[in-house]
């Protein structure tokens, strides 16, 4: 989440100007409220951006990245394609009749191409990790009591949904579309055959109560309300979860939960084993209903200190494979807090119904409610024992459970993750030399890669779409002209190198702007292959062209996810032969993730993390020397 995102918000939160509602949605793969949208009305509908203008920018995209061979055809096949009365036009044309019809044309196809519809396992592919500070847990008490904190932390951002007091956030004197906020709490994927769906239990008759807590793979129901509809305090929660830790000791315990990270056809057929039977249905409806789930999970074997939060960033994707921690998971659960008994804390989240930057800010939420005493009186009423949720494990279950701890475990040895904690600057350098940080960053990432390999690659970075009613993200193409200018003149000493890292980020934040104005070419080239797919009995050549597929491999998928809290989120790599890189810049220091697939001889995340490394500190002396010479 960027910094604007929350001096906009907290000015409003003090102001108290603003009145924000639950919002409504028309995803049909989603259920939720149907309150009256007094904020969400005064939201923009996302534009169509005009075909010629994303033809032309999308062809300057290709331009450092494919051979001229290659682009003299992609021109021509651009040409027929904007041939006027031809396909293009028919296709815009359809697209704005859509926009017309629709509260958002892009996001229903977002989500079900993105997230529902992708096979792939959601855990380490889609799923984010989020990764906190170490907390110095002395003991199993502490573990405890810190699971409790974290969990009426929870509690009290719920509160502000349940209530609708959560502040609304402005951008550029915009609201922003605050609809992913109420998603992420009471909802579950569930997979399905072809496609999955998103459940959200929030909006029911009866909206859940409970969360659920994991340890040693045994899952419990732990009702977190009174009787009296308040919220219980931090002392009951850890007196709930002793009883829950005393009483699931045993380690022996079938890992149920790893079934969730299969490759989704492949959970979708155990899936409709597993709840054939009723006691298994039940548990894992409990499951599904939930708020959130806890994970408490068992210590990792010791590591150096270097490698430490690599170790933590891996349990966070993936729980460390079928010896550790991966069956203490529900992969499908939207939200899943991690408190291991080492200390190691952190979240991942099912993303299909929401992006990072409202996780995060929920996690910023619940790090400063912990910060707070506790003044709560207890009330001296007794608790009854968490619910353990039975399942019965026929010899069809236990082949699924093995099988998916197999998959499992190539999965964890097959993922390479790297934190590096830049601590040499932070997000003020670029500042005090006039430049945008995101733009900077992402500059370094050109650089790093390209000295790693000789040559730019297609780079994606997410941008929010949120001014817009139900957005969620558009894509800006890193790699231009412009940065693959300065990054083969960077180590060529004739070369005027500030000059042309200025200019370059100048480009990027002119894309950037139009991103998050819904003038991105992503999205709008996805709604056109969406509507052919939908209008045409066949596709149009230009989808169809290696350059589009050139383009779209994207090598570096970056993403910049900012909070207050020193975290960092972490994802996997888009393609088998690419990188993933989330980065929160904090004002003084920059924390990165990379992560890479072992199984491709070219990658390393390592290796790229040490260029990043080198190429923010010589982008530094470069500014340095520039401004000394002035
Ligand atoms: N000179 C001085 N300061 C500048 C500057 C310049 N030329 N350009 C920008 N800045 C400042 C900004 O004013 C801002 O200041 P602040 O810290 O006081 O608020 C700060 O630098 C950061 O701006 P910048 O680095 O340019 O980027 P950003 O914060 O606007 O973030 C995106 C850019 C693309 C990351 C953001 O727009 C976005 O879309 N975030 C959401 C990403 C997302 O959804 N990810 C999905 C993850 S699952």
């Known amino acids: 989440m960027c910094s604007w995102f929350f001096l906009v918000l907290f000015s409003f939160t003090r102001t108290g100007l603003v009145k924000p509602c639950r919002l409504l949605s028309p995803l049909p793969v989603v259920q939720i409220s149907e309150r009256p949208l007094v904020h969400q009305e005064s939201l923009l509908k996302l534009p169509v951006p005009p ?3 994303t033809c032309v920018r999308y062809l300057a995209s290709l331009e450092p990245l ?3 061979e290659e682009m003299t055809h992609t021109h021509k096949l651009m040409d027929e394609f904007l041939r006027p009365g031809g396909v293009g036009e028919r296709l815009q044309k359809s697209l704005e009749r859509r ?6 044309w892009l996001t229903d ?5 993105s997230y529902l519809d992708s096979r792939m396992p959601v855990a380490m592919y889609t799923s984010p990790g989020v990764v906190l500070p170490k907390m110095h847990l002395q003991d199993r008490q502490g573990q405890m009591r810190f699971a409790a904190k974290l969990i009426a932390g929870v509690l009290d951002f719920k509160s502000m949904i349940d209530s609708d007091t959560l502040p609304v956030e402005y951008l550029g004197g915009k609201p922003l579309c605050m609809d992913q906020y109420y998603r992420v709490l009471s909802s579950c994927r569930i997979p399905g055959p072809k496609r999955d769906t998103v459940v959200n239990y929030a909006i029911g008759k009866t909206p859940p109560t409970h969360i659920t807590v994991v340890h040693n793979f045994q899952f419990f129901v732990l009702d977190v309300y009174n009787s009296d509809g308040s919220p219980l305090t931090v002392d009951q929660l850890y007196v709930q979860l002793e009883k829950i830790w005393n009483s699931s000791l045993q380690t022996n315990k079938e890992p149920v939960g790893i079934l969730t990270s299969n490759h989704r056809n492949t959970w979708g057929k155990a899936y409709n084993n597993l709840i054939k ?8 409806r409990a499951i599904q209903k939930s708020i959130f789930t806890v994970c408490l999970d068992a210590p990792k074997p010791r590591v150096s200190d270097e490698m430490y939060f690599n170790k933590v960033a891996a349990q966070m994707l993936h729980g460390g494979g079928s010896r550790w921690n991966s069956g203490n998971r529900w992969f499908d659960k939207t939200l899943q807090f991690i ?4 200390g190691s ?3 991942t989240y099912e993303h299909a119904p929401a992006e990072g930057p409202p996780i995060v800010f929920l996690v910023d939420h619940v790090v400063d409610y912990m910060k707070r005493s506790e003044m709560v009186r207890t009330p001296m009423i007794p608790l009854s024992m968490p619910q353990k949720l039975r399942f019965n494990i026929t010899p069809e279950i236990k082949k699924d459970i093995e099988k998916a701890k197999q998959n499992m475990n190539i999965m964890v040895h097959d993922l390479d993750v790297r934190v590096l904690n830049f601590t040499h600057y932070g997000r003020k350098f670029p500042k005090s030399h006039k430049m945008s940080p995101d733009a900077f960053i992402q500059m370094a990432f050109q650089l790093a890669y390209y000295r790693m390999y000789q040559t730019c690659c297609p780079t994606y970075e997410s941008t929010s779409l949120r001014m817009f009613k139900l957005g969620r993200t558009e894509a800006i193409r890193s790699t231009t002209t412009e940065s693959l200018q300065f990054t083969k003149a960077m180590d060529d000493p004739s070369k005027h190198k500030a000059a042309l890292l200025e200019k370059a980020i100048k480009v990027h934040r002119k894309h950037t702007h139009m991103a998050i104005h819904g003038q991105g070419i992503e999205r709008h080239m996805l709604g056109l292959k969406m509507i052919a797919i939908e209008d045409l009995t066949s596709l149009p050549e230009i989808f169809m062209d290696t350059s589009f597929a050139v ?3 994207f090598n570096l998928y970056t993403s910049q996810v900012g909070s207050k809290t020193d975290c960092v989120m972490c994802l996997g790599p888009m393609v088998p032969d690419g990188y993933g890189i989330c980065y929160n810049p904090m004002d003084d220091h920059i924390n990165f993730a990379v992560t890479a697939f072992n199984s491709c001889e070219e990658t390393n995340a390592t290796k790229l993390s040490q260029f990043l490394e080198d190429s923010l500190l010589d982008m530094k002396t470069l500014l340095e020397q520039v401004s000394k010479t002035q």
């Not at 926009?99 to 958002?104: F, M, P, S, Y």
């Not at 196809?109 to 191409?113: A, I």
């Not at 039977?277 to 894992?284: A, F, G, I, L, R």
């Open 109 to 113: 196809w977002w989500m079900q191409s």
């Open 277 to 284: 039977d009723k006691t298994n249905k039940e548990s894992v």
């Open 99 to 104: 926009a017309r019809k629709t509260e958002n």
């Open 551 to 553: 383009a779209s491999h």
């Open 345 to 347: 804390c952190g979240l």
């Open 66 to 68: 494919i051979s001229e």
């Open 51 to 53: 075909l010629q203008q």
């Open 339 to 342: 408190i291991g008994e080492d």
